[in-house]
């Protein structure tokens, strides 16, 4: 099956700085989604980005299929950004429906 | 319109046991699919519900086993638990139309420990 790799694994940042995170996947895909899981286990949908660049205040996507790859931008970091992000890629299945790969996350911790 | 509802939020069994996870989805929403988190594995998926039939399987033993019913409402069950068994496990709803573009939506999960 696919595999889908994060990088890096930790990430400890100082409040407002910028980071990037980046997801590797092993096969083409229909669609990915990025997820942001919160303390309490809650993943939270960021975006949804087959290809191209989204924004959404201070976090950005940019999916790249061609070369397998997606990067996740956060800039002014804050406390409440810590957390573990996953990206997932969505694969459509042959009974109909989809499933969700995930990577295995980058835990991002924001300190003051 | 509110989100997706897992209950229980936290569950203790013993090995042996059975447990059953109960997730209701979005309104409007046919399609609840189910994960698995654990620190080793990470998210994996267990199966998916559309229109009260399971239409995918993921690559878990036969003690799990799901159900949806006529309101799209969906349970899970784990028989006989083994300490393996412990984790956080996740639905999530959609649509359920085919297409990659069919978004899941997650709840908040149900953490399981099996003792």
């Known amino acids: 099956g696919i595999q889908v790799e994060q990088s890096p694994p930790d990430l400890i940042l100082q409040e407002g700085a910028n980071s990037t995170l980046r997801c590797n996947f092993s096969?083409?895909?229909?669609?990915l989604q990025w997820f942001h899981q919160n303390p309490w286990g809650q993943l939270i949908n960021l975006f949804y980005?087959?290809?191209g660049t989204k924004q959404n205040g201070r976090l950005s996507a940019t999916t790249v299929a061609t070369e397998r790859y997606s990067l996740l931008y956060i800039s002014s970091s804050q406390t409440t950004d810590s957390g573990v992000y996953f990206c997932a890629v969505v694969t459509t299945l042959t009974g109909g429906g989809n499933k969700l790969t995930f990577g295995t996350g980058t835990q991002l911790k924001v300190e003051l | 319109k509110a989100g997706v509802t897992q209950t229980p939020r936290y569950l203790i069994k013993t090995r042996g046991q059975q447990v059953t996870l109960s997730c209701s989805p979005i309104?409007?929403?046919?399609?609840v699919s189910w994960y698995q988190q654990t620190p080793g594995q990470g998210l994996q998926f267990l199966f998916e519900y559309f229109s009260e039939t399971q239409r995918n399987k993921g690559n878990f033993p036969g003690r799990f086993s799901g159900r949806q019913f006529s309101n799209s409402r969906s349970e899970m069950n784990v028989s006989t638990l083994e300490l393996g068994d412990s984790a956080l496990y996740l639905c999530?709803?959609?649509?359920?139309?085919?297409?990659?573009?069919?978004?899941?939506?997650f709840g908040p999960g149900t953490r399981l420990t099996v003792l």
């Open positions: 980005i087959p290809s």
């Open positions: 096969d083409s895909v229909n669609n």
């Open positions: 309104s409007g929403h046919r399609s």
């Open positions: 999530a709803s959609s649509l359920g139309f085919s297409g990659s573009s069919d978004t899941q939506y």
